[in-house]
């Protein structure tokens, strides 16, 4: 069966002035026309052909020879050539732009912006694509805890956190609790595996284990301290809030950097204040 939105091998069954028919096999009564400009030169009935099936602006099933970005059920990034009163169109490098439905939409999208998007079949039978892409994701990812991944930030939840389609393909979670600084969807991130979770899925932390990360912090710590003239107005008693705002830190980090900094006799705690010796 002939797949819209499929890569597949087609034999030549008819060759026009216009163009050539393809199909599954000779005797096929479904067919479809590859138009003249994308049939390879010396094409010959009989000869096997890969390509993909789209529609055409009269919604026609057509044929390609061109190599799309995607394919349905694949998920990727794409660029927004145009918005229309419609939706956004996204380039799939193919002469026809993909349409990105407003209802499809996870954020407004403006032009020469890159989104992760997955390709799909609408209910009137014409590919579009969605920024909803978490049914589209796998829970078979090749990583372990404390693997380094990349992925792109496609939802965030105010309750759960930032979800993260790793590799553009797998299920991953920053819970809210990582979540120390703010995260905007479409962007790529790098963090590291705190959890495989019995679904497949991962859990993972913008920061490195603890003894690595306290090098770090303690770092970001001496350079505000700097930019403080040498005093924090405020001692490692400080609000949550206050230490996210300042350094994008939890409290336990903050909390251990700053331990590590009066070990090392680089600072000294007041009532009030934590200051540069």
């Known amino acids: 069966m002939i797949e819209l939105g499929k890569v597949q091998i087609l034999e030549v069954l008819r060759i026009k002035n216009f163009g ?19 049939v390879p030169q010396g094409t010959k009935i009989g000869d096997k052909l890969s390509v993909f099936i789209y ?42 732009d993909l349409l990105l439905p407003f209802k499809e939409q996870n954020h407004k999208v403006e032009a020469g912006e890159k989104c992760l998007v997955a390709l799909y079949i609408d209910k009137s039978r014409r590919l579009a694509a969605t920024m909803r892409v978490y049914t589209y ?12 991944v990349k992925g792109t930030i496609y939802e965030i939840n105010e309750n759960l956190g ?26 790529i991130i790098e963090a ?3 959890k495989v979770r019995d679904d497949g899925k991962l859990d993972l932390s913008p920061r490195d284990k603890s003894y690595v990360q306290i090098n770090t912090d303690s770092d970001l710590i001496m350079n505000r301290l700097e930019e403080y ?3 924090l107005p405020f001692n490692d008693r400080v609000s949550s809030d206050i230490i996210k705002n300042e350094f994008n830190l939890s409290k336990n980090a903050f909390k251990r950097a700053v331990g590590h900094l009066l070990k090392e006799g680089k600072v000294k705690i007041t009532e009030k204040t934590i200051e540069k010796v």
Do not use: H
Request: net charge negative; glycine share 8%.
């Open 20 to 38: 050539v028919y393809v199909g599954e096999e000779v005797n096929s009564e479904e067919s479809i026309l590859l138009p003249k400009k994308q």
């Open 55 to 96: 529609k055409d602006s009269e919604d026609r099933l057509i044929a390609t020879t061109g190599t799309p970005k995607l394919q349905v059920g694949e998920v990727g990034i794409l660029e927004v050539k145009d918005v229309a009163k419609i939706g956004a169109f996204l380039d799939m490098g193919l002469e026809k």
């Open 137 to 148: 994701m796998s829970n078979e990812a090749p990583y372990q805890k404390d693997d380094w």
């Open 162 to 187: 930032a979800f993260v389609a790793v590799d553009n393909r797998y299920y991953g979670l920053i819970p809210k609790r990582e979540m120390f600084c703010r995260y905007r969807e479409g962007e």
């Open 192 to 194: 590291r595996v705190i």
């Open 229 to 231: 003239k040498g005093i």
